[in-house]
Structure formats: C-alpha cells, structure tokens
C-alpha cells in the first residue's frame, strides 16, 4: 500500500476507534487496519506511522505503557468538540423546525463522526420532535444558502411567498406573484429561520423561511441602510411581526420579573412601582406580535403608554369578552 495511504488510515483508525477511555495495543491496531482495508502491515511500519502522526503536531497520539514497560497502548484523545459541545449540536438540529426529518438525521449522523465510535454512542439520548413538527420542504437547506450568498453579496432577490390553507394545501399568496426584496439578515426565532428584508425604502419587513419558494437572486445590487442593526431589531421584535418602533411603559405583577429580564435582559429599564408590581420601559416595534404577547399576560400586564397601544388593547379585549358573554 502506498505510505501516504496507510498514514491516512492509520490516523482515521485512531480517530475512529479511540478516546480517554478507549486505547489499542499495536496488535489491535493491525487487526482493524486489516478490517478497515484488507491489507496486512509490519509492526515497523505502523510504529513509524505513529510517530509520524505524533511528530507531526497536527494530530494528536497519545501513547501510554504498561507499568512493566513492554504493552503499549495508543489513543487520539485531543479532539475539536468536547462531548457536551456535541450533545448541544445535536439538540439544536433536532429540535429545529425548519429541518426536515431526513436532512435531521443526516446532520445528527456527520455530528456524530466528530468522536469516536464508543463516545457516540453517549449520543444517542437527544431531543426528539414529534415527525409533525418537521417542516416537510426539501428546499429549505438551498433556500437558506441562496439567500446568505445574497445577504453577504448585497444582491436583490425575488421569490414567491405562502401558508397552509383550512384543507392543509399549500397557496401562494397573491396568486403566485414575486416578491421583489433587498435581504438584510436571516434570524432564527422560534425555532424557525426568518429573512428581514426591505419592501420599500425604509420599509422592513419578515418573511419566513421555509414558506418561501423559487428564490431567485437578480442581477442588482443594493446599499443596505447603515444604520440598520440586526441584534438591536430584533430584540424589540414580537413573534417576528413588523412595525413602526415606539417607546412603552407596561406595569407587571412582580412574580414576572425574571420572565421580563429572560426577554429583556438586565439591563432594561425597570422600577419599582407598588409592592406587588413593578414598570418596564423599553423600546418596542408596535405590532399584532407585540399585542398578542402582552395579552399572554392577562391580568398581570397593564399598558401605560403609549395611549394609541392601550386603545388597541382595549378594543381586542372587548371583542374577546363578547365571544365568551
């Protein structure tokens, strides 16, 4: 066999085979060599492999002996991931809805080629989604490379855009008409990848992902606006709803503080109001997200400001008291 060669499959028999717990003698090794390729080598030239390997400083061999000095136990213990940074991938993949079932279990299958064979099966207990919560478009992977390469590349994009219908179909909007869009930023929300894009001058606005379909990039380029800034957005963002951006003031029951500082983070603006409540004020896009959030509340939320947002809520409340009366 070609030296080359036999290094490779050296190197890939320590990767696959060994970790801090698992280690092979020389014989081991020669006998999965012979496994992996069908192919017999001399102990001489596996040793040399070896400390080729271990010489090289760019992949690590660990070599430990036997306490009367005659086995030799070889292990690739120094790998990129910890276990526990895997168990994170591999949760995140599986949990996202955006990912079908079957790119899923690809993604989860190359994760685990990151360790080795004995580790990976550590692996096995991982967050499982029901097959329905699966988004079912293939695309999805394509959709989302199209529009990073046009995002970084400052191309104009067109696509067709949808929903599910009462009969579960799939119907564009608009009878199938294109939107002609300028791609700000991909954001994941509620386990789902979001587009912000610009509409019309200064006019921004979200579009899910895997409801988009035949995106197309268009030979024109466009100037982001400067002070457009993805992190500071999308914090003040509902449900991914778009809006005209206003400062409120809500008053809360006090138990909901660490729910407002999970949402918020700490250094949002919060004071003490009474002994049972407390006043967030921040910065928010004025949308059905935002309302549909605060409703969540029910009795322990009250709108202080802006009046035009405590109108709104007042009318939605009302229409829902009718349909319970």
Known sequence: MNTKLRLLYMR?????????ENQLTLEQMLDL???????????????????????????????NQEKNGVEKYYSHQQRLFELYELRLLIDAVS????????????????????????????????????????NENQRVKLTIHELHNAIMERNVIEFQYGKYNLQKEFKFNHDGKHYRVKPYALVWNQDFYYMIAEYQP??????????????????????PD???????YTEKLFHMYSGEEQEIQVRFSNHLINVMIDRFGRDVSIRQDSGTTFVLSTKAIISEGLIRWLLTWGSDAIVLYPVSLVDTLKKEINKMSQLYS
Request: hydrophobic content about 35%.
């Open 12 to 20: 890939e028999i320590l990767q696959k085979y060994t970790d801090e």
């Open 33 to 63: 060599f012979y496994r992996e390729t069908k192919t017999h080598i001399g102990k001489k030239a596996s040793r040399d492999d070896i400390d080729m390997l271990e010489s090289s400083g760019l992949f690590d061999v660990t070599i």
């Open 95 to 134: 949990a996202a809805k955006f990912i079908t079932k079957n790119e899923t279990e690809k993604l989860v299958g190359k994760i685990k080629r990151l360790t080795s064979l004995h580790l990976a099966k550590q692996l096995e207990n991982r967050v499982i989604m029901p097959d329905s919560h699966k």
């Open 202 to 223: 200064k006019e921004l606005r979200h579009y899910r992902v895997d409801r988009m379909r035949n995106v197309s990039t268009v030979d024109e380029k466009f100037i």
């Open 226 to 232: 400067r002070d457009f800034n993805v992190t500071k």
